[in-house]
């Protein structure tokens, strides 16, 4: 068999790339690109130019599997030479073989999960790196980004110990693996360092970091620091004050450690927000989704960290039509909302996901009760969240630009401590009424809130 000839340095070769599915998909993505880029590839931003494509699909709820599979069949289609990474790569068929593999047999190569090893392998075989012994050379710090520059996700951990029964996620991620803090650390000041103004924490499950490493301790620094949750989010919170930038936690089960959480949000130092996955608030219907607390527990919980911390924010979503759901457990689940008063809510009718346990829970609702439930919860939630926004009319916020127009003359739109990027609402920057007073991309400012519109807020620089 005859070689492939390398390319010349001239034309280092090309791989597209296509990242699906959640942040912390994202976060391998930009571990995959990082590595590319770091032994000589280019990425391609067509699948015509590109030599090889690399696609990280998501593989949780039927759309996000239906998304993946189509993109895999745009990229085989467009270019031919395919390797396929990420949680769809995990899932099997009813036959018990992988799943890309049977519907898309043509593709280069399939991995799970946080595999990158095993796709640069793939890479290597199907487009052999050129050798460039200064760049191979050249060590990786932060490496490539997918997001803006200012804001950036940091994985703690990977897997999860719960078996929910209405998630696969472990059997595609495994049970949690926590990163050692010292990486944890030195990664988000590598960000810090490099301009980044918000650290998104994400994982399966934070408020269970450290809990697979039995809290061994870490280093970083200089200085002994706990593999937990609490003496990283302080660790984090140090890095903050000192580089002035934020601190954005996410994926947050309600374990009574949270509750020594609330100091440092209290004070800023880490961003008044969480985002809990309650999922429902009825004990029985969280006891048939396998859930680690009760819905009464849980209005407790947000009771007691609302006063310890008033200006807390909490996003959650929640499934609505679990299967055997009744109309009383359903009506607590309105109530609960109107209750706790949750700022940011998302809702899914519920779905039967292939290899998911509750596919054999008895009492599945017509898929019209599902989504009118949905729908319902949808409508209370609105309400709620609309009230709470008109409530900080008035307020002078501090706002991280995303984007400015004109040279920030013209306003432009950002967000505030209150809404995480992607899915909560914006606020919306105007001129502002001083000719002094300038707007950047990536900077922080002070905003006046004149009114709402919809989800988001309407403010003007001052």
């Not at 949680?87 to 399939?110: D, F, I, T, Y």
């Not at 710090?141 to 472990?170: D, M, W």
């Amino acid at each position: 068999m005859t070689a492939t000839p390398e390319k010349p340095m001239s034309q280092p070769p090309k791989v597209g790339f296509v990242s699906l599915g959640c942040p912390k998909a994202l976060t391998d993505s930009e571990l995959i690109l990082t590595r590319l880029s770091a032994e000589g590839y280019q990425t391609s931003k067509t699948f015509q130019d590109a030599d090889l494509v690399i696609v990280n699909t998501c593989g949780f709820i039927d759309s996000a599997v239906q998304e993946s599979l189509d993109t895999i069949a745009e990229a085989l289609d467009q270019n031919g030479k395919v390797i396929v990474t990420g949680c769809l790569g995990a899932r099997r068929s009813e036959s018990g073989q992988g799943l890309v593999n049977e519907l898309h047999p043509k593709v280069l190569a399939v991995t799970g999960p946080h595999a990158t090893d095993e796709v640069m392998q793939a890479v290597h075989t199907h487009l052999p790196k050129p050798h460039e012994p200064f760049v191979d050379l050249i060590p990786a710090t932060v490496g490539v980004k997918l997001t803006p520059r200012h804001y950036a996700y940091l994985k703690v951990s990977e897997g999860c110990n719960h078996r929910c029964t209405f998630c696969i996620i472990p059997s595609l991620r495994g049970d949690l693996v926590s990163r050692p803090v010292g990486d944890v650390l030195s990664e988000a000041q590598a960000l810090m360092e490099q301009g980044v103004k918000e650290v998104l924490v994400v994982s399966q499950d934070t408020s269970a970091y450290g809990v697979d490493a039995q809290y061994r301790m870490g280093f970083w620094d200089g200085r002994p620091v706990k593999t937990q949750a609490l003496a990283l989010m302080e660790s984090l919170a140090q890095l903050a004050d000192r580089y002035r930038a934020w601190v954005r936690l996410h994926y947050v089960y309600p374990y009574p450690s949270v509750d020594h959480w609330m100091p440092l949000m209290a004070s800023g130092r880490i961003l008044p927000y969480l985002d809990v996955p309650f999922q429902h608030s009825h004990p029985d219907v969280l006891k048939r989704m396998k859930r680690p607390a009760s819905g009464e527990k849980n209005l407790e919980r947000i009771q007691r960290w609302r006063e310890a911390c008033p200006d807390l924010v909490i996003r959650s979503t929640f499934i609505a039509g679990f299967p055997g759901e009744t109309e009383a457990e359903f009506q607590h689940l309105l109530d609960f909302l109107e209750e706790a008063q949750i700022d940011r809510v998302g809702c899914f009718a519920y779905s039967p996901v292939q290899g998911a346990t509750a596919n054999e829970l008895p009492g599945a609702l017509p898929d019209a009760e599902r989504e009118a439930r949905r729908s319902a919860v949808m409508a209370v939630a609105e309400r709620v969240s609309m009230n709470k926004l008109k409530q900080r009319v008035g307020d002078t916020i501090q706002v991280l630009v995303d984007q400015a127009q004109a040279g920030g003359r013209q306003g432009g739109v950002g967000r505030s401590y209150a809404e995480a990027p992607e899915i909560d609402g914006v606020v919306h920057l105007l001129p502002p009424e001083r000719v002094s007073v300038r707007i950047q991309t990536g900077a922080f400012c002070q905003a006046r809130v004149v009114g709402t519109q919809g989800h988001d807020l309407v403010a003007v620089p001052v």
